[in-house]
Every structure is written in structure tokens, then in C-alpha cells.
């Protein structure tokens, strides 16, 4: 069964640092890996897709990356900013199609002005 | 990128009355959507597989009478939670897939805040 970890649970830094969330999955025969920000109480808005032949996503100040044979990715945040506070949802997708995704379990961030 | 909206977006009820949540799918037709549970400070739970005109399929431990699916369009599913107790009080998603030959990518809803009394 197919397991997502992120680490940390919890992150608090200043405005202005550059941050690395990290997630990792147990089994590396992934579709595709997805990360999410879910603000409190809300939905979740898709940030970065990275399909499994990839190695990387960028979209702005962010920078996903895609280690599958290791079973790991990273979401790097650039000079981050007070409304970057969420929390970050790491999710894979095993099969093509339409199969669902298994999520871990998010960090939380807090960027401090 | 996809629309998905949800509603409502936070109901109160009773124990024991039964809430209906609704899944719009406003960009495309979606035959499949998924519907997910969200405890305080935990990962989003997958509950069931909604499919357009057939039966949904729903996972382990998920009771089917419980939480009963509709998925009676292409655009619409719904979940309804009968005779709610304090313990299904939780966040619920609903989240689609574009089409089969997609990036695979999943969109989802606002969420729906349930709080049974």
C-alpha cells in the first residue's frame, strides 16, 4: 500500500527565506506526483504536476522536483512571503486514467513579516 | 485550469437529519469524480469513486448506505450524509479528472464544512 510522508509537519520562518518541503512515497512506481496549498478551511488549489518522466516543475517562485526512483520531492519556495502561509499537500497518483490520489499528510507553513 | 465548485460550503445540522452536498464540475463533463474526508490536521481520506450513471464504488471501511452517491449527469455529483452524528462531522472534497488521456492532473472543490450537533 502505497504511503506519503512529508516532513516537516510544521515550518516557521521569516519573510524572505528560501524554504524546501519534503515528501517522500513508499512505492516509486508512480503516475504522476502533485503538489497542493490548502489555506485553512478551503479546498485545494493545484500548485505544481510533475509526471513521472519528469524531473522537475517550476511555476514562479516555486520549484517542485521528482526523485521517483528513491521514492522522493521536494517543493522549493523562493524569497517566501507572508500569503505563502498554508498548508502544502504532497499527493501521487498511481495509474493513468482515472484513479485517485494518495495524499500525505501536509506541512504547515508560517512566513512571519 | 478546471472549475469545481462545491456547495455548501459549511452546513449545520441536527443529529440524525440527513445533508446533501454538491459537486459541480463547470468547465467540462466530468464521468468521474471523487469525494474525499478531511479530519483537523489530517490527509484527505478518499471515501468513493463517483461514476456518471452506474453505481459508485466506495473503499474500505466507507458504509454505502451512510454516504450515498448520485452521479445522475455529467456535471453533477452529489453525497448525502443521512441520519448525521457528531462523528461525521468533517471537511468534505469533491475533485475531478479531466478525461482519460489527461496529464492526469486532479481538480478540486472548495470543500464543504460539515458540523453535526
Known amino acids: 500500500k502505497q504511503e506519503v510522508t512529508q516532513i516537516p509537519a510544521a515550518l516557521s520562518v521569516p519573510e524572505g527565506e528560501n524554504l524546501v518541503l519534503n515528501c517522500s512515497f513508499t512505492d516509486s512506481a508512480i503516475y504522476n506526483l502533485q503538489w497542493f496549498r490548502q489555506d485553512p478551511g478551503k479546498g485545494l488549489t493545484s500548485l505544481l504536476l510533475?509526471?513521472?518522466?519528469?524531473r522537475e516543475q517550476t511555476s514562479g517562485r516555486l520549484n517542485a522536483s521528482l526523485d521517483k526512483s528513491s521514492g522522493r520531492s521536494t517543493l522549493y519556495i523562493a524569497a517566501s512571503q507572508p500569503g505563502d502561509s498554508a498548508t502544502y499537500l504532497c499527493?501521487?497518483?498511481?495509474?493513468?486514467?482515472?484513479?485517485?490520489?494518495?495524499f500525505g499528510k501536509g506541512t504547515m507553513l508560517l512566513v512571519s513579516p | 485550469g478546471a472549475v469545481v465548485s462545491q456547495h455548501p460550503s459549511r452546513v449545520i445540522c441536527k443529529s440524525g437529519t440527513s445533508v446533501k452536498i454538491e459537486c459541480r464540475s463547470l468547465d467540462f463533463q466530468a464521468t468521474t469524480m471523487f469525494w474525499y474526508r478531511q479530519f483537523p490536521k489530517q490527509s484527505l481520506m478518499l471515501m468513493a469513486t463517483?461514476?456518471?450513471?452506474?453505481?459508485?464504488?466506495?473503499e474500505q471501511g466507507v458504509e454505502k448506505d451512510k454516504f450515498l452517491i448520485n452521479h445522475a449527469s455529467l456535471t453533477l455529483s452529489t453525497l448525502t450524509v443521512t441520519s448525521a452524528h457528531p462523528e461525521d462531522s468533517s471537511f468534505y472534497i469533491c475533485s475531478v479528472a479531466k478525461t482519460l488521456t489527461d496529464t492526469g492532473e486532479l481538480f478540486f472543490g472548495e470543500g464543504s464544512r460539515l458540523t453535526v450537533l
Open positions: 499527493a501521487v497518483k498511481l495509474h493513468s486514467g482515472y484513479s485517485t490520489l494518495t
Open positions: 510533475i509526471q513521472s518522466s519528469q
Open positions: 463517483s461514476n456518471e450513471g452506474s453505481k459508485a464504488t466506495y
